[in-house]
């Protein structure tokens, strides 16, 4: 059992929800305009804009970061150089929120799989716009011919709501909810920039 609220309520979340089903809903975020390897710039910044855009409408100033990172033997050539760890790389490329807690855990855990453990750390990022956009701009970048990239996933809880955003590449993100009642609103707004061939499963959470 999780020994700190912010674990608690990140494992709730991110292991409740699975491919397909659960109570989260998707969003398109580089989409199929642009393409990752002739127009890397375009595709990014649409991704990120609408990430940002959607964050900007659901989080107040009550909002933490966690950031997961796991050594990988080979490292691309455009993430942040001269680093020991993506937590340094973070720092490195402007971000500097107050560290709240830390933890191990195996982030995509498989019964079939060895168990891979990541580090994981909880930031405040209350009043923090440009920290949080740190966060999604690396989240975006992960597997862009984009510089830096930290090399780190991550994502964006509002403890009072139980309600975590992460986005998982340029592709996409997930907005997940305790209460599927709690995405509607968002589902309603934004409703153009959701991912189509999940539209069928979202729209039975309502």
Request: with cysteine; net charge negative.
């Amino acid at each position: 059992m999780a020994d700190n609220p912010t674990e608690q309520i990140w494992q709730k979340l991110w292991f409740s929800r699975r491919p397909n089903e659960g109570d989260h809903i998707r969003f398109e975020l580089g989409g199929e305009e642009f393409d990752n390897d002739e127009q890397p710039i375009p595709r990014f910044l649409q991704a990120f804009n609408r990430a940002a855009t959607v964050a900007d409408h659901i989080f107040t100033d009550d909002l933490i970061g966690v950031v997961a990172w796991y050594p990988r033997d080979v490292t691309s050539h455009f993430q942040t150089p001269e680093t020991d760890s993506g937590f340094e790389g973070l720092e490195k490329t402007g971000f500097s929120a107050t560290q709240l807690s830390k933890w191990k855990t195996d982030v995509y855990p498989d019964p079939e799989e060895e168990q891979a453990l990541w580090e994981v750390r909880s930031y405040d990022l209350s009043s923090s716009k440009s920290n949080r956009d740190c966060l999604i701009w690396h989240s975006v970048a992960i597997e862009m011919p984009i510089y830096p990239s930290a090399g780190v996933l991550t994502w964006l809880i509002d403890p009072k709501a139980a309600l975590m955003l992460h986005v998982y590449d340029d592709r996409g993100m997930d907005l997940i909810a305790k209460d599927p009642k709690q995405l509607k609103p968002i589902y309603d707004r934004f409703n153009p920039w959701l991912l189509d061939y999940d539209r069928d499963r979202m729209s039975k959470l309502f």
